[in-house]
């Protein structure tokens, strides 16, 4: 992106955005002037139109039209509509692959305990954009029969914009006090759009950072997610916890700000994971990846809770990673997160240290197997956290490292060259395990599976004769005939 210098290159590169969606917009504003209604394109529709990367996102309308009133006028002519956000104003729609959220002008009060607006419409813009959460927020574009008109800015969200900078309409503390989230929704800005808070912002929110608690997890999380996969996460993350938002939403990130000791014999963990987050993120090769991001965040959550000073004047933090890994576990279970996120991100931080039991290169073709069976589809993204998590100043010891993890990725090139690494399953399925011992389904042919599976980790594909062979020495052992 271009620095922007002025309003009007500003205003320029909105119309070439919005032009892109030249045919919705003039289409819309012709269903609202005939019928008499206000459009106007909003939020951050607007605010992206400036940064001139609207793209993907909603379309986002305000409208002095009931939502009833809406869906009448849009039911002819949308591809499809939908009523989930009816109780707050929202009408949402599809029109030619594009999706659309028409809400009527809000005139909200809040009641100050349950921080739930008392949903309220108005009939003007402007004490709908001032209800907004920053100014860069609270531009707005009238959309005419012929589409985008013109520019409506009261609250000088474009010089905010120039200046990269969030603050509120209002007060901050009396926006803050209204909804809380708009604490949070800072930080995400601040990594979505690489902005800064106003100070007044900043101060506001290390005093009220504590109702951030009485915001439900789903509408935290969200933003969250949004922060984590934005282009700058470190500046949002650093902002949270330096404010006092983190000890509310992820109080174990802020925990790793631990006092370097005495001795200078360990960094800050905090930093070192901001780092490793900063790190992984350049190693991406698909796009953002909220797994490896949440990884690379908590990889070192578990080391406060696990250090100890040793008598020799080091300090060590024996099974971090597995105390981390239930940490994550817990954390991530809290935030609602699927169950898919909560393993993934809890199995990376498991594994992101034992490549360190690697040395040079003396791991046995089983230490490889399991290495990969046990990443199992998250392999890549494991590769990625380890290699982030290199953060030494020391150039050679940082080559030597990653010259051992290249060496480890050709392990795993070469054994899989051979065999099927991706499914290391036992040489005998339970089928053939019931058959040679004569037994019926239940948890001993469980036990035999596993134990064909350990040896097939060990010693790699063995014959079926083989196979059969241990199988049945196995189960001689455990006194059976
Ligand atoms: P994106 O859709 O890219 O995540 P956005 O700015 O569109 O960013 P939304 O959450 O979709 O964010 O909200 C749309 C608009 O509604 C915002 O730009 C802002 O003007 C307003 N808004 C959203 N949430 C709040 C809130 N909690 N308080 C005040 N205004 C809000
Ligand atoms: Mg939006």
Redesign the pocket.
């Known amino acids: 992106m271009p620095e922007p210098t002025d309003d009007a290159e500003l205003l320029a590169a909105a119309a070439v955005a919005l032009h892109r969606h030249a045919d919705v917009l003039s289409g819309l504003g012709s269903l609202f002037a005939t019928a008499g209604h206000q459009l106007y394109l ?7 139109a400036v940064l001139g990367r609207l793209d993907t ?2 379309l ?1 309308f305000a409208t002095d039209a009931r939502p009833e009133q809406v869906q009448k006028l849009l039911r002819p002519w949308a591809d499809a509509l939908w009523d989930t956000g009816i109780e707050f104003g929202t009408v949402g729609a599809e029109k030619d692959h594009r999706r659309l ?1 028409i ?1 009527t002008f809000r005139a909200d009060r809040y009641d100050r305990v349950s921080r739930n607006p008392q949903v309220a419409f108005g009939d003007s813009l402007d004490d709908d ?1 001032v ?4 100014t ?3 531009m707005a574009v009238r959309v005419a029969a012929t589409g985008a008109a013109e520019f409506v800015d009261p609250l000088g969200g474009l010089a905010a914009v120039r200046a990269g900078v969030l603050d509120t309409p209002a007060k901050p503390a009396d ?1 803050f006090g ?2 809380p ?2 604490m949070l ?1 800072a930080a ?2 601040v990594s ?1 759009l690489g902005f800064a808070v106003a100070p007044r912002v900043r101060t506001a929110i290390e005093d009220m950072a504590a109702e951030l608690g009485r915001i439900t997890v789903e ?1 935290v999380a ?1 933003e969250l997610d ?1 922060l984590l996969l934005g282009d700058n996460p470190v500046a949002g993350i650093d902002l949270m916890v330096q404010t006092g938002m983190g000890d509310v939403v992820l109080p174990d990130v802020g925990g790793m700000q631990m006092a370097i000791d005495e001795h200078h014999q360990h960094k800050d963990v905090y930093q070192h994971s901001l780092t490793v987050l900063r790190q992984a993120i350049a190693l991406e090769d698909e796009g953002p990846d909220l797994v490896l991001r949440w990884a690379a965040l908590l990889h070192d959550i578990g080391k406060p809770a696990t250090r100890k000073h040793e008598p020799d004047g080091g300090v060590s933090f024996h099974h971090h990673e597995v105390v981390g890994a239930k940490m994550v576990r817990k954390r991530l279970r809290a935030l609602k997160y699927s169950r898919h996120i909560v393993d993934d991100v809890s199995q990376l931080v498991y594994l992101h240290l034992r490549f360190h039991g690697y040395g040079d290169g003396k791991w046995t073709d089983s230490a490889v197997r399991r290495y990969v069976t046990d990443a199992g589809p998250l392999l890549p993204q494991l590769h990625k956290l380890v290699r982030a998590d290199c953060t030494t100043r020391n150039r050679r010891r940082a080559a030597r490292l990653q010259a051992n993890y290249d060496d480890l990725e050709a392990r795993i090139a070469e054994l899989a060259a051979k065999e099927d690494l991706q499914r290391v399953r036992p040489d005998l399925d339970g089928n053939e395990i019931m058959q040679l011992l004569g037994i019926p389904a239940g948890p001993q042919v469980g036990e035999a599976w596993r134990h064909l599976k350990e040896l097939r980790l060990d010693r790699g594909p063995l014959t079926h004769e083989e196979a059969t062979a241990e199988l049945l020495s196995w189960w001689q052992a455990r006194g059976n005939r």
């Open positions: 909003v939020g951050g529709s607007v605010r992206d996102g909603d986002d959220e809400t954009l209800r907004r959460d920053f860069v927020n609270a926006s209204d909804d989230l708009r929704r995400r800005f979505q509408r969200v949004k």
